[in-house]
């Protein structure tokens, strides 16, 4: 025989069980405590006549506990008393804000939500929301975010930011970036450098995007159909075109 009992709490709350007499046939009758509604594997398979310590459940946003009694057809004993109560889950620890990132959000509680999004130029790595699944247990849904800056990249609109890769990080060797900007019919593009810093033998080429049809052949291009060519450390770069 067995019997399913439910306490649910509300919002930022959990279940707290408390155990004031339990003595059921060891090895043949069980209390089964879940927080996710499977029994497969519960929170906590009880048998035997030790009186247990104090359980919390539904800490993961559900607030839902269930408890399953299992008796089977032989012997039978004084059972159990347990009573229970809510009480308010612990909020998740305020992440850090990851380099080169904006976050909105401002609660830390169970179920609360942080948003990130990356400066213009750097491309989102993992997961751009995670959710606080609280209690004792104080996790967020998702490891946190990371910006990247990358070899090439695609701009279309009025403005935007161009960084080469691992920007501020040094940039490694033996890369090929092709950035491709597109704007409205009838529109120019400016390019203006807040930093501008390449090793000896490292270049920066300027071309029409319309002539940019193979990466690999764009060194010979850039060689027929060069705008400007940039080379060294010079911070005052400035590129009509």
């Not at 004031?20 to 069980?30: A, K, Q």
Request: charge should be neutral; include cysteine; proline fraction near 6%.
């Amino acid at each position: 025989m067995f019997r399913i009992i439910r306490a649910r709490s509300f919002r930022f709350t959990c279940v707290f069980f408390t155990f004031h007499t339990f003595h059921l046939e060891s090895g043949h009758d069980y209390l089964l405590i879940t927080e996710n509604g499977s029994f497969s594997q519960p929170l906590r398979q009880l048998t035997g006549s030790r009186l247990p310590a104090p359980i919390s459940a539904g800490l993961y946003g559900n607030f839902t506990a269930q408890v399953r009694f299992i008796s089977d057809f032989s012997m039978s004993y004084e059972g159990f008393n347990i009573t229970f109560a809510e009480y308010d889950l612990e909020p998740c620890e305020e992440p850090e804000v990851p380099a080169y990132s904006i976050r909105k959000g401002l609660q830390f509680g169970v179920g609360d939500t942080l948003t990130f999004s990356c400066f213009p130029g750097y491309r989102l790595e993992g997961t751009a929301r995670i959710t606080c699944l609280g209690g004792r247990r104080r996790l967020w849904s998702s490891p946190l975010p990371r910006c990247v800056a990358e070899c090439g990249n695609s701009v279309t609109g009025t403005q935007g930011t161009l960084l080469s890769p691992n920007f501020p990080v040094n940039y490694n060797n033996n890369h090929e970036c092709i950035y491709s900007i597109q704007t409205q019919p009838g529109k120019g593009i400016q390019l203006k450098a807040r930093t501008f810093e390449l090793s000896e033998g490292d270049v920066l080429k300027v071309k029409p995007i319309d002539l940019i049809e193979d990466v690999s052949d764009s060194r010979q291009q850039c060689a027929q159909h060069l705008l400007i060519y940039f080379c060294g450390n010079d911070p005052n770069v400035h590129l009509p075109s």
